[in-house]
């Protein structure tokens, strides 16, 4: 019979590193794209308003999150990057290498663009429009106050994102922050995107930047701009990044119940909480009473506490009661207990039920 061609079975690379690489690269074409594309037909169409490009920025956002959401996590932003190592979700080896895919992605978008629009718009070469690849601020807007405009800009971004992701306190639900993330970049735009246009995304910015340099546009020298702008707006995003996620984790963060506690450390807080005795977990589950492993099937077993009061986790830590794809096995009492003479295994072993295989 011959083999059903699929997608999924062409080229498929198990490398996490190539994988997580691809994913960024991909993810952020996506994200750049919504972006450059929106300032191009803004500028087409002489559209100045900030509010059709902030939502073209989060709707791109959101369908690029949900792209890599389950590979690299789609985080398509040097300091979103920055924020998960420094929260620990994230190794930091990792780093050198989503940022530099980060860069790629947000240049081929830029290029994807320009194609897109070279008819309509970039083929007049006697307008330069770098303004749709890249971010300048405003008339009057010192380079100073453009810095910290983009770190307020950036910290709200990287700030807010820590929250909602954070399992101790928002507790949103998965496959929800990125319908979240639509209107925190669409607030953060409206709110301090006049001075500097809000370049929350410097792998974007600089990589526009760069193809938008290669194609002859005075991306990086503009008329009453300092010529090391385009060094500004990281400094910035690096700035408000580690100021919000430092403040966020030291205010709040750090003070708030981990719920990523194992079971023997929530045990042990329970416990110290309820100021019930220390009793060794070990001795607990060792002295089960030989109905306890009489009723290992049904509601009262494998699919709730038993009658005893013994969660199936408290069982199978201790390897009392391992449950296999055959059924339990019959080895509910560790050795070492047997031979101290707390229990008589013959009188449980004798009591275990017949399991179906699972």
């Known amino acids: 019979m011959m083999a059903v061609f ?22 952020t074409f996506m994200l750049a794209f919504f972006i450059f594309a929106s300032g191009a037909q803004a500028t087409l169409t002489k559209n100045t308003e900030l509010m059709g490009r902030a939502l073209a920025a989060g709707v791109g956002l959101m369908n690029a999150v949900y792209c890599g959401y389950s590979a690299s996590g789609g985080l398509l932003n040097p300091c979103i990057t920055l924020m998960f190592c420094l929260t620990g979700k994230l190794p930091w080896k990792k780093y050198p290498l989503y940022v530099p895919c980060q860069f790629v992605g947000a240049f081929i978008g830029a290029a994807v663009t320009y194609g897109l629009y070279y008819e309509s718009l970039f083929q007049d070469r006697e307008q330069d429009f770098a303004n749709v690849f890249a971010t300048f601020p405003a008339p009057g807007v010192s380079t100073l106050t453009g810095f910290f405009d983009v770190a307020m800009g950036c910290g709200l971004l990287t700030g807010c994102t820590c929250m909602l992701i954070d399992p101790n306190n928002a507790k949103t639900a998965s496959g929800v922050t990125p319908i979240a993330l639509i209107f925190l970049v669409y607030g953060i735009v409206m709110c301090v995107g006049v001075q500097t246009g809000a370049p929350l995304n410097f792998a974007v910015d600089l990589s526009g930047r760069l193809f938008a340099a290669l ?3 005075k991306s990086f020298q503009r008329e009453n701009v300092s010529d090391y702008w385009f060094l500004v707006v990281p400094a910035g995003c690096y700035t ?17 119940p981990d719920a990523n506690l194992d079971y023997t450390e929530r045990d042990n807080e329970d416990r110290k909480a309820n100021k019930e005795n220390d ?27 038993n009658l005893n009061g013994y969660t199936m986790d408290e069982l199978e830590i201790g390897g009392l009661i391992p449950i ?35």
């Open 215 to 217: 194609v002859g546009y």
């Open 6 to 27: 699929t997608l999924q079975k062409v080229c498929r690379i198990k490398n996490k590193w190539i994988s997580d690489g691809l994913s960024e690269i991909m993810c």
């Open 324 to 358: 296999t794809n055959s059924g339990i096995t019959t080895n509910c009492i560790p050795e070492a207990v047997v031979q101290r003479g707390d229990i008589n295994p013959t009188s449980i072993h004798s009591q275990l039920p017949q399991v179906a295989s699972l």
């Open 279 to 305: 009793t060794d977990l070990e001795i607990r589950r060792a002295t089960l009473q030989s109905e306890s492993c009489s009723v290992l099937d049904g509601v009262n077993g494998i699919h709730g506490a």
């Open 240 to 256: 408000g990044t580690i100021i919000m996620v430092t403040t966020y984790q030291l205010l709040i963060g750090n003070h708030l």
